[in-house]
């Protein structure tokens, strides 16, 4: 089959160069720090906060996320409703928006606007503490939930909810005891999706929350803080950890989650 | 999260320059020994913690990188009280070792030169442009010619050092401070006095705060102590 | 008892308009008709899971049109939609997930041995065949005690043997149990042994309503002949001769058993001209000319034989052919056993 | 049917909670800007710039990516080999990175190991050049690409080309006859993904372009840069001229292939 | 002439391994098997779709095992898998498109024409229905003008009155060409109307080759019986009496025209236990007794006959049923007309 074989040679290839290419910045990170710098950032205090902390904000902001988004892309797959083309526009306005406006924008509803100050001030401290890191991921993470979990809504045959209504359930528990489990694969990547762009964004969260160390500093702010510094050397150990941490979290949940699988089939 | 410890210990958010993040972090340290507060910084750009500041109507204590940040807040009526506590010094950054032989500003102008600056958006931005003008009133007519070298423009002091520091570039005019916490990768050439212009690092009690008393205590231990400990990186202390 | 009256449903450029219809309990009621008549859409108005546009539908005296559909004790069940994620055991629990555990176990084991499912309650419905879903599908609406089971198609995409099997388990479940049936399918031969009545739909429309018998005997059109399998339409009038009613046919006479004055259509189904030399019932022998034979099936040959310048077609035994082989040309006697009125 | 309502009633509450909250943050822009600003903002030479800067780089990086993501997605789609569980994750990499920690791995990497030098030296400069904002941008693009078509590689059934094969074609012919026009859709939706996220990016493209007025300023460079002035009008105007444009594009691409798709029905 | 030798291939828990088989040039040859037998793979493999693990295919002599899809002059069509992006008539192009412009118009005009799709050339797939989209891959592949055309059950989906049409159709097609045509179905009249010769796969082995009629009278094993409609299965021994070969059955002695000595299984079409009281062909007159009777069809009933402590089933026409009305318990006489020798 040779003379066949120039489409698989050339996929292969393009796919070949774009790892290839990451794997070079990735290189370029890991060559530029010594085993010392590593270890030192790996286990000083303010580090372990800031991993601590990521993991914390990432994973709250993906749930809070993940309980609004679901029912949100629900409505947007099942119901028609005038403007639903703007809606679902709008939806992924803060997958446009570069995250430094976001948290700028952000910043000034909290802090500037009637309704941001009446929350500030009487329901939760949104600035300048995690809340607001939580905030910031929340709303640049939702959107990757909606949109997942939406076309997963949409694969999902209506019919299946009918018929479990025929069986004698109600609108709400065909939604809780078929829609949910079919879509769960879906809603969960879009979730890993989420919790990936939580934990790596920057832009929003540290206008929204501040860089203070060992209060709001997460591990891009930790980044961030480094380069400010100057300490070149430092924050590329920090770039690695966060590199780490974060494979690392995904590659279990992944695997977690095929171990799952599998035993479905048992 | 949130193990401040002490529940109703009391804080202080403070807006400090990125660039001034080894001697503040040890002032807190200092400071909260003697008088048992904390203080938070949120460290930034100065112009980003300036719209920080007014979008978020919150904050005790401002400290940018350069008094013109001050000053607009005060057209606000948002300070309270400003005075500077050191030098901000620029100088020339050269690669280790001076590959290109600088020895001051008019080398700048050398054919071939690859330059960093800071963008006019950024307070040194501003300020060489300024320098620039002056070594023209002085003879030296270099404007040109630098523009010519610039290849870049940084929207952060440290980015238009890291440039520098990554060999990208051949020099850069950064901050004396910025320069000196990286002696083994970039050495200092200091621009000639007759031409250089010196900013002042102000520190300012913002009209927000809601604890004149424990800002106005940080105020002045930033003034008293903290000078000394600002020259031990690097920084020039005013009298 | 069900009653639809006057349902009306528009979806794109189709239209379904029911007059009038009514289904007794614990009938056994087949919506025949080809893909796209509309059988899925009567289904699921029935069922509740699309609306009608106007219409009523009626439920022992109840109108039901609006009712939300978990509220009609009305079930469709469809072996294409077990759920995925559920075992077999909790896939049938489904609609009884609300009774006691001794309950919901005694009642899974009932209805589990009743359709032969009891081996495969511990697995998850990808790895069940097509017919094993079938069964599961019509355990989880039985289960249920409903007054009505709707089924879309049940025996379609399943093999011939297993046809056959599932649809006598059918008709076995249906006795057993006193709940209506109504089954939707294009297979008329399946209407023929499950049904008490059946409807026969086109285009959105009831074309017919009756028994098999009825069916078969006095088809409403052409079309409704067609479908059950008439090949020979013919026009001829109807008179009465001597006190029997006689149809004249194209120069010919045959005689039938009711009057139907004027100019009536016949319909004659391939098995009812039998080629042979001599009628069993004394019926009228006519001669005609073989114009082609093929196979129709492993046992029976499909010949066209042309006679006073029509073509009608006969469907002849193999095993006769091999007794008496016939070729184009040949020229053969025949008579026509049964004829049907349609109209 | 009051009774079974409680889950529209709840999805439509969710997607409405989320949507205002989009809403205010855009209001929050809004509101802190006069007319002039926006007006003068617009029509300065420099936004002009930074207009048509934005929009040629994100396209060209697009394009790009698309030409090199499309066959990778095509190869991780269909061929298997060893670790491709690993080179799945690899290609995720840029997602899951803060853009701050990937402009500052380019830059290291352009600028300070041999492959890179090379590069630069030789054959494209790309640092502190539009080049390097394309770079940037392809970089954290192309991997929404891949993704996005890979999955839709994956629904069409390989039978279409394997007709395709058999009668006749053979297999790079099969896969740009049928795969491709059969994927466009999912292709294009990838792509508008990746111009997105090109247009907003923000921190690996200031790292390896820098923030030089008239050259390499994109629009969230300008935010940025008028962040930093403390220009806090200014600032929310560019951001809202930066939303605009990138809406106004979306919409119209949308809106063409929506009437392509229509005609494909006539 | 396709040739297939010792061809074998696992996929996960399923083996298909075919000896030996020939497919004659211009044959229609079709593999009959339930769902899940080989069908599919074997198709697959002759178009090169998958890689046999061991074996040989061989086309006209020369070793076609790994040639490239695209050489091997042998075409799967499929009206599933028309190319959804393409009218009709760029569909049907596809095949041809390296040819001139005035060229492939011809070639598509005529194929359009044989196969009836002249109409629809300007629409694209999704609005065809399944009966138009197998005659449009069928175009496909004809036009083409291949060595062999493998056809992935083309009939299943369709309603019966499509079904019947495009049957026909296929067969005069197949025969207007002289391109050999590989069919895979599970329905057995299919097979039946249109093969030369079938194959009938069962779990990937071939169980019998031969013709319809060798199929009928001889089916391999007691699966093949069944599948093709044997519903009753004997133990005899057959034995020479008087010059004649008789079988030995339950006590009863049937007479055979082959001989075939020794225990041997024996089947019986329902069809051929024929429910009367005089023997057309004086076979012997058997009595038995109705065990139940419940429609089969339209047209038929099948009655279970205790007879001699075994249970024998019987087609019986629902016409003559109503001539002589049979009920449960009721004796009745029975004659076979004709057997099967099983092995
Ligand atoms: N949601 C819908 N929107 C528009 N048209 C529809 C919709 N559902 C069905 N139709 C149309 O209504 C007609 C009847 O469809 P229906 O599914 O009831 O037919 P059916 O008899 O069940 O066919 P099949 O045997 O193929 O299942 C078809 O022409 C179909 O195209
Ligand atoms: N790619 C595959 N991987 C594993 N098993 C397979 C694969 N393809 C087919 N099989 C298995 O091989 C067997 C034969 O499949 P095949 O599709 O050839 O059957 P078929 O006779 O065509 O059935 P049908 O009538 O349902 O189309 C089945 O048991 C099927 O599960
Ligand atoms: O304090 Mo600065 O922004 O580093 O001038
Ligand atoms: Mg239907
Ligand atoms: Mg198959």
């Known amino acids: 089959m040779k003379n066949n074989d120039f489409l698989k040679f050339f996929s292969l290839f393009a796919l070949s160069v774009f790892i290839l290419f990451i794997l070079m910045i990735v290189m370029s990170i890991v060559t530029n720090i010594s085993f010392e710098t590593f270890y030192d950032s790996l286990f000083s205090k303010e580090i372990q906060f800031a991993i601590k902390l990521s993991l914390e904000t990432a994973s709250i902001a993906t749930i809070l996320g993940t309980l609004l988004g679901v029912p949100a892309a629900y409505a947007l797959a099942r119901y028609n409703f005038k403007g639903k083309d703007i809606v679902d526009s709008i939806v992924e306005l803060p997958v446009i928006l570069p995250p430094l406006i976001t948290g700028f924008a952000l910043l000034v509803f909290f802090g500037n606007t009637v309704f941001g100050k009446f929350i500030t001030e009487n329901i939760i401290e949104i600035l300048f503490t995690y809340k607001g890191t939580i905030v910031a991921q929340f709303f640049v993470a939702t959107p990757f939930i909606i949109r997942t979990s939406k076309s997963v809504f949409e694969c999902i045959d209506e019919k299946y909810e009918l018929i479990a209504q025929s069986l004698g359930s109600k609108k709400y528990e065909s939604f809780l005891d078929v829609v949910i489990p079919m879509a769960k694969n879906g809603i969960i990547a879009g979730a890993i999706l989420a919790w990936a762009r939580s934990i790596g964004e920057f832009g929003a969260t540290m206008m929204l929350a501040g860089a203070t160390k060992m209060k709001t500093e997460t591990l891009p702010i930790a980044v961030f803080l480094n380069i400010s510094l100057g300490d070149l050397e430092k924050a590329l150990a920090v770039s690695l950890i966060f590199l780490l941490v974060a494979t690392l979290v995904l590659v279990i949940i992944r695997s977690v989650l095929k171990i799952g699988e599998n035993n479905d089939r048992l | 999260v949130d193990n401040t410890g002490a529940e109703q210990q009391e804080v202080l958010h403070a807006y400090v320059g990125a660039g001034m993040q080894m001697p503040m972090d040890e002032i807190a340290v200092e400071f909260e020994k003697k008088y048992g507060i904390k203080v938070e910084y949120d460290y930034s750009g100065s112009g980003a913690l300036l719209s920080k500041i007014v979008a978020s109507n919150q904050g005790d204590i401002f400290m940018p990188g350069d008094c013109s940040y001050v000053y607009q807040l005060e057209d606000k009526e948002m300070i309270k009280e400003c005075s500077n506590v050191t030098k901000h010094i620029p100088v020339i950054a050269v690669q280790k070792g001076n590959p290109k032989n600088i020895t001051g500003l008019s080398d700048l102008g050398q054919n071939g030169l690859e330059l960093a600056l800071g963008d006019d958006s950024i307070s040194l931005g501003k300020l060489f442009k300024k320098i620039l003008a002056k070594a023209e009133t002085k003879g030296l007519n270099i404007t040109k010619a630098v523009d010519t070298n610039t290849v870049v423009t940084g929207a952060t002091v440290k980015q238009v050092l890291l440039y520098v520091t990554e060999k990208n570039v051949d020099a850069a005019v950064v901050w004396k401070a910025d320069a000196y916490e990286n002696p083994d990768r970039v050495d200092i050439v200091p621009i000639e006095s007759e031409y250089n212009i010196v900013k002042t690092v102000p520190i300012s009690i913002l009209s927000t705060t809601e604890n004149y008393e424990n800002s106005k205590l940080f105020y002045d231990f930033v003034n008293n102590e903290g000078k000394e400990i600002f020259e031990k990186h690097g920084f020039v202390a005013l009298e | ?343």
Request: aromatic share 6%; proline share 4%.
């Open chain 3, 1 to 343: 008892m069900l009653v639809i009256e006057n349902l009306r449903k528009n979806l794109s450029n189709f239209e379904l308009y029911i007059e009038k219809l009514e289904v007794k309990n614990s009938d056994y009621f087949v919506f025949l008709g080809l893909s796209g008549s509309g059988k899925t859409t009567i289904l699921e108005m029935i069922a509740g899971f699309i609306k009608p546009d106007s219409g009523k539908i009626m439920l022992n005296g109840v109108d039901i049109t609006n009712k939300p559909i978990n509220e009609r004790k009305i079930v469709l069940c469809n072996g294409k939609y077990l759920f995925p994620h559920l075992t077999i055991q909790k896939n049938i629990e489904y609609g009884i997930k609300h009774l006691k555990k001794p309950e919901k176990k005694e009642k899974v084991d009932n209805i589990s041995k009743l359709l032969n499912i009891t081996h495969l309650l511990n697995r998850k419905p990808e790895r069940l065949s097509s017919g094993e879903q079938q069964r599961v599908a019509l355990a989880m609406a039985l289960v249920m005690e409903p007054e009505i089971i709707l089924l879309d198609e049940p025996l379609s995409s399943l093999d011939r043997l297993l046809h056959e099997k599932l649809m006598y388990d059918l008709k076995e479940v249906h006795k057993s149990s006193n709940v209506t049936f109504i089954h939707v399918t294009h297979d008329f031969s399946e209407a023929a042994v499950l049904s008490n009545k059946m409807a026969i739909l086109r285009n959105g429309k009831i074309e017919h309503i009756g028994t098999l018998q009825n069916v078969l005997k006095h088809p409403q059109n052409e079309f409704v002949a067609k479908f059950v399998g008439i090949k020979n339409i013919l026009y001829g009038n109807c008179i009465e001769k001597d006190g029997n009613y006689i149809i004249q046919l194209l120069g010919f006479e045959i005689p039938v058993k009711e009057a139907n004055y004027g100019e009536i259509t016949l319909g004659i189904f391939p098995k009812d001209i039998i080629v042979s030399k001599k009628s069993e019932k004394d019926s009228k022998i006519y001669a005609g000319k073989i114009k082609s034979i093929v196979p129709s099936g492993p046992f029976d040959s499909k010949a066209v034989i042309e006679f006073n310048n029509i073509e009608l077609i006969s469907e002849i035994s193999n095993s006769d052919l091999l007794k008496n082989p016939l070729k184009k040309g040949d020229s053969v006697e025949f008579y026509i056993d049964s004829i049907s009125m349609i109209g």
